[in-house]
């Protein structure tokens, strides 16, 4: 099992700022980004309520090409930020 050190931590964050920037032109909001241990069965998830919130499984720390696959899923998770918070405001 690997936990996330604090750089681990302040990686992902900078790397939201990063993916925000280049792909969504700084459009996205400055949600919380985290890892988790609980993920399971997936690699990442974005929770609209009770706030906003991207969790990325901490299993991917343990992989060899780590950062790929967690920017990978960070950005798969970001464009549901940008389809549910940008694009469709007033979805459900």
């Given amino acids: 099992k690997m936990k996330p050190t ?16 280049v792909f969504f032109e700084a459009a996205l909001p ?3 980004v985290r890892f988790s241990g609980r993920l399971k069965t ?3 998830q974005y929770f609209r309520r009770p706030r906003k919130l991207i969790q990325i499984s ?3 720390l343990a992989l060899e090409n780590a950062w790929e696959e ?3 899923t960070l950005g798969h998770e970001m464009v ?3 389809q549910y918070d940008i694009a469709s405001p007033n979805a459900a």
């Fill in 70 to 72: 967690i920017r990978d």
């Fill in 58 to 60: 901490s299993r991917y």
């Fill in 42 to 44: 997936t690699g990442g």
């Fill in 80 to 82: 549901h930020v940008f």
């Fill in 30 to 32: 400055m949600i919380e």
């Fill in 6 to 21: 604090r750089e681990d931590v302040e990686k992902l964050i900078t790397l939201f700022a990063e993916l925000n920037a």
